[in-house]
């Protein structure tokens, strides 16, 4: 895996919004007691990464919010972007009358992003930017 690698990308006029997976440098398997993690990375059966999320306003690069997530480990990228299965599985429960939940690491970063942008730079038109 390189260095940066775009997830997911969203452009508006004025903003765009980048999800990044990018180098993990502080690995901690200290959980991963049978070591069965860690064969399944060294034999690139999963990826290890930390996930960056940035809402960069586009006249002047300025990063306005972001957000990080390390020590991420999926069999893919693709598999990290679970925001729609979870949205399908929660209609689907909902339907059923469950009360659970799922919830989506990506998901969540990205509405902290915009969250954080909205916070710190009130006075920009983020209007434009939904949260996930």
């Excluded at 689907?92 to 730079?121: L, P, V």
Aim: glycine residues 8%; hydrophobic residues 35%.
């Amino acid at each position: 895996m390189s260095n940066h690698n775009v997830i997911r990308e969203f452009n508006t006029p004025n903003y765009i919004l980048r999800v990044l997976a990018e180098e993990e440098f502080d690995s901690d398997l200290s959980w991963d007691d049978t070591g069965r993690v860690r064969k399944q990375l060294e034999a690139g059966d999963l990826i290890e990464f930390c996930a960056h999320v940035e809402v960069i306003h586009r006249p002047t690069g300025a990063v306005l919010g972001e957000d990080f997530l390390g020590n991420c480990i999926y069999k893919s990228l693709a598999d990290f972007a679970d925001h729609r299965a979870c949205g399908k599985q929660n209609r689907r429960w909902a339907k059923q009358g469950k009360t659970g939940q799922c919830g989506s690491y990506f998901a969540d970063m990205i509405s902290e992003a915009i969250t954080e942008a909205r916070k710190n730079y009130p006075k920009t038109a983020l209007g434009q930017l939904r949260k996930a």
